[in-house]
């Protein structure tokens, strides 16, 4: 595959979930509705369930959408690009089981926004370069690390209605999995 189709291919699946996020965000808007009372997380309540498949797709305004929206990208594409057989795998342990974790473990109140899965793709992308010790991903690790390290704030307690816990456990997501597939073969790289 050439470098400008990998390219294409590592931007095709995290343009498409930010667009998705931005569509939510719309159709939030024209139904004048603060979905994040419906599809957010709610721990420890069966309505607050259904937040673990949907809170990442709701943001509470429209900073809080782009501030997820670019890293997002940044870091979903580098996570498609550098380690694309596994990548489907990632993404899905930092939506599905940090909100599982968010749900079981964090405080009682609606946690919404993708903060949870950039953290896992952060971390995961941070601590691979660590668990595998091949140079490329060293590479890869340290320049998430230069670019994204002050993200390492956001997993303690802080500024209210900021759910830490979904950074923290999104942090702890992507580290998990990165150990999981550090010593792995089936990880491809460019």
């Known amino acids: 595959m050439s470098s400008k189709s990998r390219l294409n291919h590592s931007l095709f ?14 159709l939030e808007l024209l139904l004048h509705m603060d979905l994040g009372l ?9 309505f607050g ?18 501030s ?14 550098f380690y694309d057989r596994i990548a489907a795998v990632v993404f ?7 909100g599982a974790l968010v749900w079981i473990f964090a405080r009682p109140f609606i946690h919404i926004g993708a903060s949870g ?4 793709i952060a971390f995961f ?17 340290l320049g998430v690390a230069f670019f994204y390290g002050g993200m390492i704030w956001g997993v303690l307690p802080g500024i209210p209605g900021i759910s830490w816990e979904s950074h923290l ?18 990880i491809s790289r460019y």
């Not at 498949?53 to 509470?60: A, C």
């Not at 997820?68 to 690009?81: A, E, I, Q, R």
């Not at 899965?117 to 896992?120: C, D, F, Q, R």
């Not at 456990?169 to 089936?186: Q, R």
Request: include cysteine; aromatic fraction near 20%; glycine fraction near 8%.
């Open 169 to 186: 456990i999104g942090a702890i997501v992507g580290v998990f999995t990165a150990f999981k597939y550090g010593n792995s073969n089936k």
């Open 125 to 141: 992308l941070l601590f691979i370069g660590i668990f595998r010790k091949d140079f490329l991903s060293v590479l890869i690790s």
């Open 49 to 66: 369930i259904i937040g673990i498949f949907t809170s990442p797709l709701i943001h509470g305004n429209l900073m809080h959408l782009f």
């Open 13 to 26: 699946f995290p343009l498409r979930f930010v667009v998705l996020l931005w569509l939510v965000y719309i």
């Open 117 to 120: 899965v950039i953290y896992g």
């Open 92 to 98: 899905f342990n930092c939506y599905f089981l940090t």
């Open 68 to 81: 997820n929206s670019v890293p997002l990208l940044v870091l979903g594409s580098l996570l498609y690009f």
């Open 38 to 46: 419906i599809f957010g997380i709610y721990p420890r309540q069966a």
